[in-house]
């Protein structure tokens, strides 16, 4: 029965074959417009900048070098890029700060979400869908009007008589912060209550039957069992936050730039592309390190849950 | 004393919960108040007016970005659903083949990258070709959204797929039904409730995006949120409250239209 087989082995490699066929345009478009792009970008930061913006082409690692360090025009001696490490120390910090943020407001928000009665958890969840959908440029924009000077949150202050003049929450990194916890949190509740809502109750229960405080319940008992779902969330958060655009440009202002804003302003006003260039591998560096050990934490608590 | 024990309260998380949803709405429900605000000042309430929406519906600069906006929003989607329809069904209901995990990290590819990376990867790239074509039209910022949307259109579709076995296809094929008909008159039908969800989903993320067409757009090629982002720059005006306050509508009217697609089995 050789045939058989071959006629079975042949239909397989044609199932092969038109599974390529039918990626292939989805393929095509991401190569062309999203990752192909990216080699380009390495290519450029290994380039000399042109005068006007661009690239002139012939070798350079000067783009790489000034990624941290600068040159001093007198001398000619590398010293640490005071500014660039200040905006890389401010990006990761406030990064950070917010994952750490959305987590302890995401949690238990996601734990209530979870523990509701079937019917009412359709709501609570389309309720944390809306934000998550709406425009992050329109969430931004509301809160900067909520924290302005002449904003809700000042008027209050003022009519109260707790301040006498505004405090100052714009253009400072606060206000960053802020806007970032906010436009983020649907994207860390999310993913915990995923696995909150697996949760089963019956282990909590047998934690109580064996006198454990509500505290060593939270904490031996739920948070390992949601844990899958935390990682995820806060690399959900710190990614995007990291290489945050928008809310820094409208909440920083000039002075409060971040990663991104310096990388855009290379390709503006610094005309600088291979800087740019390098600058953008560089956070792509980070977060492929912190995907890198999300996926081998999801791998370890893959096995230890089944 | 063990009656009223209950094993899922956890102390202050009820609290947090209604904290956090109240803060989720608070900025966006003050947003909207002010669009109707008669006051030219954002600070200060003047009566309730519509003129802000009159004047945004007058704006010519709005209604364009808006135009475009839609234009290539409506592109993008239908393009990328199609496309990522075509691959979920190549990445599904099967034996693992070679290629299969280099097909996925393709696909969720964008999803990885910070979106500023791509978008100057993609200002570099589409300067080249601009350069070498002399075309600067519409068609570089429908492509990066087609790219980045579909992954998010590929995702309810897949899943859709996942949960329907081959059954009826194979049924279908015992019947003599060619490859096309069992797919036109089988899996088509029941995986259109996700291949809707996949269409909504990627309109709403090329709607939304603001870091890759802001960096890829040429002159005169704003869409709405870049120019909203350009105005909110330059100093706010209660006008960006009635945009947003549209904007607003048609993002929740999408979003409860998906959240009902989505839910409903079979």
């Known amino acids: ?306 | 004393m063990a009656s009223n024990f209950s094993i899922k309260h956890q102390p202050g998380f009820t609290a947090i919960a209604a904290t956090c949803f109240v803060v989720l709405y608070l900025p966006i429900i003050v947003l909207v108040i002010y669009a109707f605000n008669a006051a030219t000042s954002t600070s200060e309430w003047g009566g309730f007016s519509l003129k802000w929406f009159q004047s945004a519906y007058q704006n010519t600069q709005v209604i364009d970005a808006t135009l475009r906006s839609f234009q290539i929003g409506a592109i993008a989607a239908v393009l990328s659903t199609i496309f990522a329809t075509m691959a979920a069904l190549a990445t599904t209901r099967t034996n693992s083949y070679p290629g299969l995990t280099f097909k996925y990290a393709a696909i969720n590819q964008p999803l990885m990258v910070p979106e500023i990376v791509t978008a100057v990867a993609l200002l570099i790239f589409f300067s080249r070709v601009k350069i070498f074509t002399g075309y600067s039209g519409l068609g570089y910022l429908i492509a990066a959204h087609t790219a980045f949307c579909i992954p998010f259109a590929y995702l309810p579709i897949r899943a859709r797929l996942e949960n329907m076995d081959l059954t009826l296809e194979r049924a279908a094929a015992d019947l003599y039904a060619t490859p096309w008909k069992t797919f036109r008159r089988i899996t088509l039908p029941l995986l259109w409730p996700g291949i809707l969800a996949g269409l909504m989903l990627a309109f709403v993320i090329s709607l939304d995006d603001v870091v890759i067409t802001e960096f890829v757009k040429s002159g005169g090629q704003d869409t709405l949120p870049t120019y909203m982002l350009g105005q909110i720059r330059r100093g706010i005006t209660p006008e960006i409250n009635a945009i947003s306050t549209a904007f607003l509508l048609l993002s929740v009217a999408i979003v409860t239209l998906f959240f009902f697609v989505s839910r409903k089995r079979d």
């Open chain 1, 1 to 306: 029965m050789a045939t058989a087989e071959e006629v079975a082995k042949a239909a397989e490699r044609r199932d092969v074959r038109d599974r390529w066929l039918l990626s292939a345009p989805a393929l095509l478009v991401i190569l062309l417009a999203a990752t192909g792009p990216l080699l380009i970008v390495v290519v450029y930061s290994f380039l000399a900048p042109g005068a006007y913006g661009d690239v002139k082409w012939q070798f350079s690692s000067d783009a790489w070098t000034s990624v941290f360090l600068e040159r001093d025009i007198f001398d000619d001696t590398l010293s640490l890029a005071a500014a660039h490490v200040t905006i890389f120390w401010r990006s990761i910090k406030l990064a950070g700060v917010t994952t750490l943020a959305t987590l302890a407001l995401g949690f238990p928000t996601a734990y209530f979400m979870a523990t509701r009665s079937e019917k009412t958890r359709d709501l609570w969840l389309f309720l944390i869908t809306i934000p998550f959908w709406t425009n992050l440029l329109i969430r931004t924009f509301a809160v900067l009007q909520i924290i302005r000077n002449e904003g809700i949150i000042n008027t209050i202050l003022l009519k109260l008589g707790i301040v006498s003049a505004p405090v100052q929450i714009l253009y400072t990194d606060t206000a960053i912060l802020i806007g970032m916890a906010y436009v983020y949190l649907p994207l860390m509740v999310l993913p915990i209550y995923a696995s909150m809502e697996k949760l089963d109750f019956r282990l909590v229960e047998a934690g109580y039957d064996l006198y454990a405080t509500r505290f060593r319940v939270l904490w031996r008992i739920i948070f390992p069992l949601v844990k899958p779902g935390v990682i995820a969330g806060s690399i959900l958060v710190f990614i995007p936050a990291l290489g945050a655009y928008v809310t820094p440009s409208i909440l920083g202002g000039g002075k409060n730039m971040m990663l991104s804003n310096l990388i855009e302003l290379q390709f503006g006003q610094g005309r600088n592309w291979p800087l740019g260039s390098a600058l953008s591998i560089t956070v792509m560096i980070i977060v492929m390190v912190a995907l890198l050990a999300y996926v081998r934490n999801a791998s370890k608590s893959g096995v230890r849950h089944g």
